[in-house]
């Protein structure tokens, strides 16, 4: 069995066991592996998995919703932690997600002591959720130099936890003030995750017009780029031609497959009927033809 083909097996055993064994996969297999395990499962089949926790919660019990002149209460990072984590004596089980504090003792399971995801427990771990750092470091509430991609996650765990679990406050530190008033960060933040929205949109929207190719290399046949009717996830009724695309701004180009007739995507019609071909960011393959659905790109060794 080829060592892809066996990385892939062993990926799928692990997506199935972390399905039925849940969070306690926490427990056994270190953070930094899981992290590594993550970049290779598509961000569908995470929130899939992670999903069922809300079905299975709201389900359970129909949650009482803070009203909106509800304020809570105002805990402080030391209360939380020395108060909060779900251990014997402890007031109760929370943890806080965005300076929000929720009441967790539903997810014991996967918050008390023991449980696979105990470490959010009794504090505001809000960068952890995004970068996979379950260490003390990596648990913060500080944001500060975040890759701005990662602020795309930022709103499903809100609402994630905002459906889920009871709100009960807000603790003081990079999201809110002692007064319990939103921080100059927490706006930095709304800001940051509306600009990711926005470059995720017009992403989805680019995908449209220059939808990535088909790829594959093996030692026998070199690498090679084509194109199909769904190539690069995009369902359409056109297959396109293989094209080296650059826009304005990004690190590197990439393949797309372009349309070879109609008007243009993007700027006035001129009746060249040539499709997006006329884009000036599109570079021919070397060695393949214009009109080729496929291309070598390196040839055998
Ligand atoms: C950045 C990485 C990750 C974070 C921050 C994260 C966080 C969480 C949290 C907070 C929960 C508990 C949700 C609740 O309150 O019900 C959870 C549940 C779960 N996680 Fe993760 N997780 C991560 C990666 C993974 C990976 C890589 C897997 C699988 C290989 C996985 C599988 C699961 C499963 C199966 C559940 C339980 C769902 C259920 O029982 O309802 N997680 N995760």
Redesign the pocket.
Known sequence: MSCLKFSVCILLI??A???????Q??NVIPAKI??D??KY?PKQV?QW??S???S??VAKDQQEKPTSDFKGKIFTKKELWDHYRGDEGSKGLCLAFMGKVYD?SN?K???APGG??SF?AGRDGTR?????E?TDEGLTDNLDGLDPNLFLGFDE?SE??ES??KYVGVVVGYFYDKNGQPTAEYTEVQKSIALAKEGKRKQQDEQKIFPPCNSEFSAAKGSRVWCSNRSGGIQRDWVGVPRLYHPTGAAEARCACVRTNGPPSVGSDTGANKGDLGNPHLREYKNCPSNAQSCVTSPPK
């Open positions: 692990s997506v066991v972390g399905y039925y064994y849940g969070p996969l926490h899981l992290q395990v993550e499962i995470m998995m992670h069922k926790s809300v299975n919660k967790v997810g399971d996967h918050y696979g995801y959010f952890g959720f995004v970068t996979g379950f765990w994630f936890y889920s679990y």
